[in-house]
């Protein structure tokens, strides 16, 4: 299995360009998410989807659009990047049902994104 | 306010000796679990163990054990016997409402905590 896949692992822009990170998981999970991780501030969530067609905010969604047209793929949308949204980006997924309180959330190996 | 909040930036321990990261939470749910993650320098996001609010016991996986302590909201991670390979950032993380068949609770993490461990 390939477990959570995103594309691209690293990636420059310039201010004010629209970009697109992929996440990709071939496990069947019905819950999804994207987090950014700053220095100093842990992981924090940006949008998640509890299924196909539902999508919903995090703790910093601004800046930020997700759609979730299939139950495999989750796509994070920057439409007009600031630097502000330089970071390392993880998309993670997890079972929603059955225990759990114990469904670990798997992640994806992380996108560095630099917006000059 | 802080949900999960780990004090120490930063911790050394010595080769085969044992540490501990200390974490402490907030939440007025009754039904939540606690998580560890270990992210080496390479980046990736490794899970380490669990530990749910109704569990007796103190979870264990190997050499890493959670120390439980409800009535203080802690949720510290011991690791015993540590290796050159333990040297990373740890994460420790919550997540609220998880009584019932179906969760969507989010997964909320502290600011983490860099371990070196030193031959």
């Known amino acids: 299995n390939a477990g959570v896949t995103q594309t691209p692992k690293f990636q420059v822009l310039k201010t004010g360009q629209s970009m697109t990170l992929q996440c990709a998981q071939d496990m069947n999970h019905e819950y999804m998410s994207w987090y950014r991780q700053d220095p100093g501030m842990g992981l924090r969530l940006i949008h998640y989807s509890v299924g196909a067609g539902i999508t919903d905010q995090g703790e910093v969604p601004n800046g930020y659009n997700v759609s979730r047209s299939t139950t495999e793929d989750f796509p994070l949308r920057l439409l007009s990047a600031a630097p502000s949204q330089t970071s390392v980006y993880f998309c993670?997924?997890?079972?929603?049902?059955?225990?759990?309180?114990?469904?670990?959330?798997?992640f994806g190996a992380g996108s560095r994104l630099t917006v000059l | 306010a802080q949900k999960i909040t780990q004090t120490q930036p930063g911790m050394f321990v010595q080769e085969k000796e044992a540490v501990t990261l200390d974490c402490t939470y907030d939440?007025?749910?009754?039904?939540?679990?606690l998580f560890w993650y270990k992210q080496p320098s390479s980046g990736e996001m490794i899970f380490l163990i669990y530990?749910?609010?109704?569990?007796?016991q103190n979870a264990t996986e190997g050499r890493y054990s959670l120390n439980f302590q409800k009535a203080r909201k802690s949720a510290n991670l011991v690791i015993s016997a540590s290796q050159l390979g333990d040297s990373a950032m740890y994460f420790c993380?919550?997540?609220?409402?998880?009584?019932?068949?179906?969760?969507?609770?989010?997964?909320?993490f502290g600011q983490g905590t860099i371990l070196t461990v030193h031959p």
């Open positions: 993670a997924s997890r079972l929603a049902g059955g225990p759990s309180g114990a469904n670990v959330l798997t």
């Open positions: 993380a919550m997540r609220e409402s998880i009584s019932g068949g179906t969760s969507y609770g989010k997964l909320t």
């Open positions: 530990q749910g609010s109704y569990d007796e």
């Open positions: 939440t007025s749910d009754q039904s939540y679990g």
